[in-house]
């Protein structure tokens, strides 16, 4: 890593999260990977899009390029499609919303942290770690079929613990249509704007939401009432357990915790991010060294996959499927029991 690759980087992931937020990158990877976006007139898309050529993640529209040079067409070259490096980047965009703009109040608290404190308070931009989070997971298609062909088989009701924007639920109402599907996260913010989003997709019913906390704790919480209590069947957490488990006395702890809140229990998703070897960062996979050091901040721990296995084993869980999401070091368990 050289001195060049850690300033122009810091600025190229910004315009990765612009773009996101103009809704290119979704547009691009349409139609296979081929599909086209059109720079917006004004200033600022169009400064954003030839930033992102000039990075080597947009390239103009060969179509358009060909109808300019034959004497044909607007010859602005306004329209760009993805190029085989900026298919990378546009699969990835999740993880570079989480660090560019969800973690970053952390990360800038540093410069006012008294040099002895043990640890920083976790400060986040609840939205962007949520919609980066459902973007994360939504890059493994084949782990929401995995999940689907399950509640295929055996419907009830799955609930998500730490639901982000509801964007998981939301892929496995289209792939298990006969499974009720329930939802909650700490965030009233994304709470609110999930609900309004699956209303005007007339999902509201189909798919419940609740803004409240998940910590496991007896009696259970308000949004828990007895009803949904005794309906879930199925429940899964993304990205949540390795922080629970650090603040309330391990895995085993909380998934206990979990399985009183629901008698009817038949099966538990737990998606999580492992804790990589390498003491350098160049030994480690990417995202990992800035996924540690993170946590390392706030004071959370992070866990081995033989930590995890050896909770589920003693709580009575078997692993029924083991996915790898597209990450080496994020790991999605389907257990049952």
Same mark, same amino acid.
């Given at each position: 890593?050289?001195?060049?690759?850690?300033?122009?980087?810091?600025?190229?992931?910004?315009?990765?999260?612009?773009?996101?937020?103009?809704?290119?990158? #979704?547009?691009?990877?349409?139609?296979?990977?081929?599909?086209?976006?059109?720079?917006?007139?004004?200033?600022?898309?169009?400064?954003?899009?030839?930033?992102?050529?000039?990075?080597?993640?947009?390239?103009?529209?060969?179509?358009?390029?060909?109808?300019?040079?034959?004497?044909?067409?607007?010859?602005?070259?306004?329209?760009?499609?993805?190029?085989?490096?900026?298919?990378?980047?546009? &699969?990835?965009?999740? $993880?570079?919303?989480?660090?560019?703009?969800?973690?970053?109040?952390?990360? &800038?608290?540093?410069?006012?942290?008294?040099?002895?404190?043990?640890?920083?308070?976790?400060?986040?931009?609840?939205?962007?770690?949520?919609?980066?989070?459902?973007?994360?997971?939504?890059?493994?298609?084949? #782990?929401?079929?995995?999940?689907?062909?399950?509640?295929?088989?055996?419907?009830?009701?799955?609930?998500?613990?730490?639901?982000?924007?509801?964007?998981?639920?939301?892929?496995?109402?289209?792939?298990?249509?006969?499974?009720?599907?329930?939802?909650?996260?700490?965030?009233?913010?994304?709470?609110?704007?999930?609900?309004?989003?699956?209303?005007?997709?007339?999902?509201?019913?189909?798919?419940?939401?609740?803004?409240?906390?998940?910590? @496991?704790?007896?009696?259970? @919480?308000?949004?828990?009432?007895?009803?949904?209590?005794?309906?879930? #069947?199925?429940?899964?957490? +993304? +990205?949540?357990?390795?922080?629970?488990?650090?603040?309330?006395?391990?895995?085993?702890?909380?998934?206990?915790?979990?399985?009183?809140?629901?008698?009817?229990?038949?099966?538990?998703?737990?998606?999580?991010?492992?804790?990589?070897?390498?003491?350098?960062?160049?030994?480690?996979?990417? $995202?990992? @060294?800035?996924?540690?050091?993170? &946590?390392?901040?706030?004071?959370?721990?992070?866990?081995?996959?033989?930590?995890?296995?050896?909770?589920?084993?003693?709580?009575?869980? #078997?692993?029924?499927?083991?996915?790898?999401?597209? &990450?080496?070091?994020?790991?999605?368990?389907?257990?049952?029991?």
């Amino acid at each position: 890593m050289n001195l060049h690759s850690v300033l122009e980087g810091y600025t190229a992931a910004q315009m990765v999260v612009a773009a996101d937020d103009f809704g290119w990158w #979704t547009k691009l990877e349409g139609a296979n990977g081929a599909g086209v976006v059109v720079a917006e007139d004004g200033a600022l898309p169009q400064t954003v899009a030839r930033a992102l050529v000039r990075a080597g993640w947009l390239e103009p529209d060969p179509d358009e390029v060909a109808q300019a040079e034959a004497g044909a067409g607007s010859g602005t070259g306004a329209r760009f499609r993805l190029s085989d490096e900026g298919r990378e980047v546009a &699969h990835n965009r999740g $993880f570079v919303r989480v660090v560019a703009r969800g973690w970053m109040p952390t990360f &800038h608290a540093l410069d006012e942290a008294p040099v002895h404190a043990p640890m920083l308070p976790a400060q986040t931009q609840p939205e962007d770690v949520a919609r980066g989070c459902t973007d994360i997971a939504r890059r493994c298609p084949e #782990t929401f079929r995995v999940i689907a062909e399950r509640l295929r088989a055996d419907p009830g009701t799955t609930i998500d613990l730490g639901c982000d924007d509801s964007g998981r639920l939301l892929e496995l109402a289209k792939l298990a249509p006969d499974e009720r599907l329930a939802g909650v996260d700490l965030s009233a913010s994304v709470i609110r704007q999930a609900t309004r989003r699956n209303e005007k997709l007339g999902l509201a019913q189909r798919v419940q939401l609740f803004h409240g906390d998940v910590t @496991p704790r007896m009696p259970p @919480p308000q949004w828990l009432g007895a009803r949904l209590r005794e309906q879930v #069947t199925t429940a899964m957490s +993304f +990205f949540l357990l390795h922080q629970l488990a650090s603040d309330g006395g391990g895995i085993g702890a909380v998934l206990e915790g979990w399985s009183a809140w629901f008698p009817n229990l038949r099966r538990l998703v737990i998606g999580d991010g492992l804790l990589s070897p390498g003491s350098r960062w160049d030994e480690q996979p990417w $995202f990992a @060294p800035t996924y540690e050091l993170y &946590h390392e901040l706030t004071g959370v721990r992070l866990w081995a996959e033989e930590e995890y296995r050896e909770a589920f084993a003693s709580l009575g869980w #078997t692993i029924a499927e083991r996915c790898d999401v597209d &990450h080496p070091m994020l790991v999605m368990y389907v257990l049952e029991r």
